[in-house]
């Protein structure tokens, strides 16, 4: 990274984040200013008790300065304290906004955007990134400010005391801020090689934990632990490689600090011999040598955690900067359900993965309250149709409407609460079964509650279970069977009481029992109802008033069951083999 994008990114986090918290970094600022003098002033009582007490051997003095020296260390270990807890509230805070504002991304975003993007680098963006900017407000800011204001005033206190060695003294200075300034670009290019390989930690873990039964039944668990530890080796790595160059400097600060210690008592014994300099002089100007080294050394790391904040907060804005495609517009009025009929008009869609169009000038009309399957082969377009609807994508051409208004020029959330979706993933919360249903509707009752599973048979199974509707069903429902599942998915739907019901394959992984039970909960759930269903097993869509026949992206027929095994060649291969 260069100093002058550098610059660029620091100046973004200060206006964006860090100017709404001045208060509080004044605040520190002023306390810092009190470390610094109160530091400076425990250097500069030396030279009146060395020469009061120890020459001269002043009583009243003797008991007088110690005192004044323990209120020193005093006054700056509370304004250091007081410094640090702003300062820390002010790091949170800001890494707190950062966290909410890539949460916010994932939650708002269109699907497009977060299937372009593996889940695990989202969560090293939150726990990783945000962290390294913590760490740049937490420790940069108030480091810069108490070991530049302590640094001023120990070199004031050395000039004041004998301005020849003091030019002598700050000739260490500049070394250290150019070793600094080399090491920063080195810590800033280690630490985003980390921050890549985090990310590529956090995609693993999180696909051997959703993969755990495939890797034991393929019995690949030696593979994908030699992955994992070859991952967790170059994380090891780079952080290791991190600490190094951080490090680096200190052989560098110790030796010109020997150099410059070695120096300047040969320099003070002869200004001393000379009677340039009185012994009380040199003890309180060896304090504040001393007393400078640590804010100096300080000083030189601001660069690198400069460096290393500034990469990962360049990787949180190109999350928190990407243009959310498909978004929620207030200003837009909203969708007015009268006989709820859909109609898909010359739609043309391509997924960004492939070259082929998965939709080619697709025509639908579909009758309020009535049931129209989808069927074709693989690819066919079902699924694409179903995600379009409720605009998880939007077409590259054609429009859609309901009841004659375009769903791009109604407000979303007006949309989506008329759609409801039964998928073959169901999608549940480690939670209770109850907390799970009222997903859809948070203000529903329990008496509204329980009628939802009655209607989707839900009911039974839920009173067998230990704690009835409070049962906590475990990470997406991994304590119920997948017909139990499907069931609190429909109950979870027609608490939502939507007019338009989107059903894609909600019985294909079912066995024949848990099918025949979750079919009766869908006639319920479908009842008087505009649904759209897509099923594989078309003996599960005979009911339906219409079929619509797809192939490669295009509706190539139409009508009911009947209709079209006399009529359709394709759905009759399909339906046939199916028999068979």
């Not at 019995?219 to 780079?238: F, G, M, T, W």
């Not at 009025?333 to 939709?359: S, V």
């Not at 839920?462 to 409070?470: A, C, F, G, Q, V």
Request: glycine fraction near 6%; charge should be positive.
């Amino acid at each position: 990274m260069k100093f002058e994008e550098l610059k660029l990114i620091l100046k973004r986090l200060y206006k964006e984040y860090i100017v709404k918290h001045l208060k509080r970094i004044f605040l520190a600022l002023a306390l810092s200013i009190l470390v610094a003098g109160s530091t400076s002033s425990i250097a500069w009582l030396l030279d009146p008790a060395v020469k009061k007490i120890f020459v001269e051997q002043d009583r009243t003095l003797a008991w007088l300065i110690p005192l004044t020296i323990i209120l020193a260390f005093t006054t700056k270990g509370l304004s250091l304290y007081f410094a640090r807890i702003n300062i820390i509230r002010v790091a949170q805070e800001v890494s707190g906004e950062i966290q909410k504002k890539i949460s916010s991304n994932i939650l708002f975003s269109d699907i497009k955007t977060l299937d372009s993007r593996h889940s695990g680098k989202y969560v090293s963006n939150i726990m990783f990134d945000s962290h390294q900017v913590q760490h740049l407000v937490g420790v940069g800011v108030l480091n810069l400010m108490k070991d530049s204001f302590s640094v001023v005033a120990l070199v004031s206190l050395m000039f004041y005391q004998n301005w020849k060695l003091a030019l002598f003294a700050i000739l260490m200075i500049p070394l250290a801020g150019g070793l600094a300034k080399n090491l920063g670009k080195r810590v800033g290019k280690v630490i985003s090689e980390a921050g890549e390989i985090s990310g590529k930690l956090a995609t693993f873990l999180s696909e051997i934990f959703k993969g755990s039964k495939m890797i034991r039944i393929y019995q690949k668990e030696e593979i994908e632990n030699q992955r994992a530890n070859k991952l967790i080796d170059d994380l090891v790595e780079k952080n290791i490689k991190h600490n190094s160059v951080i490090i680096r400097a200190t052989p560098i600060m110790e030796t010109l600090t020997g150099i410059m210690i070695a120096g300047f008592i040969f320099f003070s014994g002869k200004l001393i011999a000379s009677g340039e300099l009185e012994v009380n002089n040199f003890f309180s100007f060896l304090a504040a040598m001393m007393l400078a080294y640590q804010p100096i050394r300080s000083l030189a790391t601001i660069n690198m955690v400069a460096y290393q904040g500034a990469a990962a907060f360049k990787r949180i804005s190109s999350i928190i900067d990407r243009e959310i495609e498909i978004k929620n517009k207030i200003d837009l009025p909203e969708l007015k359900i009268d006989k709820c009929k859909i109609n898909f008009t010359n739609i043309n869609f391509k997924y960004d993965t492939t070259e082929e169009k998965a939709l080619k000038d697709l025509n639908l009309e579909i009758n309020g309250g009535s049931m129209s399957a989808l069927v074709g082969h693989s690819g066919a377009g079902k699924s694409t149709i179903i995600n379009l609807l409720p605009r998880f994508y939007d077409p590259q051409g054609g429009s859609i409407s309901i009841d004659d208004q375009k769903i791009t020029s109604v407000n979303l959330q007006s949309l989506r609460k008329n759609i409801s979706l039964v998928s073959q993933d169901v999608i549940l919360f480690d939670d209770t079964i109850k907390n799970n249903i009222a997903y859809a509707n948070t203000s529903a009752s329990e008496d509204e509650i329980v009628r939802a599973c009655k209607f989707a048979a839900a009911e039974e199974f839920i009173n067998k279970l230990p704690h009835n509707y409070n049962t906590i069903v475990g990470e997406n429902g991994v304590r119920l069977s997948g017909g139990q599942k499907q069931r609190i998915s429909i109950a979870r739907a027609i608490l939502k009481k939507s007019p338009i019901i989107l059903l894609d394959e909600a019985t294909s992984s079912l066995d024949a029992d848990s099918e025949e039970v979750v079919q009766t909960a869908i006639s319920n759930l479908t009842k008087n109802k505009t649904t759209i269903v897509i099923a594989h097993r078309l003996s599960t869509i005979h009911n339906a008033d219409k079929i619509f026949v797809l192939k490669n992206g295009s509706v190539i027929d139409s009508g009911n069951h009947d209709q079209l095994i006399n009529n359709c060649k394709e759905y009759k291969s399909l339906y046939e083999k199916q028999l068979k």
